[in-house]
């Protein structure tokens, strides 16, 4: 069936550090995998995605990474700040689902300073 | 472009009350999605819609739960009669694309406590 599996569950890193978090899905045809970003009391916000036709994607100091043969891909967040700090979401669309998203459970990132 | 709107924002109702939350999506955009997210059982997908069909409700909690979407430019979520572990946040997102890469939208949410 569909899943995604994302871990871990908290993070906690040292502000300037770099933080990853990493998801596995279910479907070999999966195509689409956004990551959110949802900061307390707001709305999950898009901030980076990737296809399948990708294996890597950059944007400033966020970038994801796709590995499709083992199914799991990763969002990598260097030189964190302090307003890193949220709930990151991985997500994927699965074979007949259109634009239907799966999501992960989540991971609770907490940049110290 | 004003985003997804959501109404209201908060709403606060005694058990056995209906509640109707609505959502207007963003202009253009073909699927619509309704989802309920609470502390214990995350971000849930209640049911999506698909030029204004639903396509999948499988995520509804049970027959006090309905969903409409008369045109393309509104949705309504309604609870009757509501319960006390229906307080959440429920969320509307909207997204335009085929071959499943529309990346969605979500509105600002409408936060649910029934008493």
Redesign the interface.
């Known amino acids: 069936g569909e899943n995604v599996e994302q871990h871990p569950s908290t993070l906690s890193v040292q502000e300037g550090d770099s933080a990853v978090i990493k998801c596995t899905y279910s479907d070999s045809a999966s195509n689409y995998f956004p990551w959110y970003k949802q900061e307390l009391g707001k709305r999950p916000q898009l901030i980076i995605d990737i296809r399948s036709n990708v294996g890597e994607k950059k944007d400033q100091r966020i970038a994801v990474t796709l590995n499709k043969t083992a199914k799991h891909f990763s969002l990598h967040i260097t030189e964190t700040q302090p307003e890193d700090s949220a709930v990151y979401f991985c997500a994927a669309t699965f074979t007949g689902g259109g634009n239907k998203l799966t999501f992960g459970t989540g991971t609770q990132l907490k940049v110290e300073l | 472009d004003a985003g997804v709107i959501q109404s209201p924002r908060h709403e606060v109702t005694e058990m056995g009350q209906e509640v109707t939350l609505r959502c207007k999506p963003i202009s253009g955009h073909d ?1 619509l ?1 309704w989802y309920r997210q609470t502390m214990m059982r ?2 849930e ?1 209640l049911i ?1 819609f ?1 030029n204004n069909v639903p ?2 409700d499988s995520g509804m909690p049970e027959d006090r739960f309905s969903a409409k979407m008369p045109n393309a430019s509104f949705s309504t979520l309604k609870i009757q009669p509501s319960e006390p572990r229906d307080s959440a946040v429920y ?1 509307c997102a909207s ?1 335009f ?1 085929v ?11 409408t936060r649910l406590l029934v008493l």
């Open positions: 699927y999605f995350g971000l997908l999506y698909n396509i999948d969320f997204s694309g071959g499943g890469w529309g990346t969605q939208y979500f509105g600002p949410g």
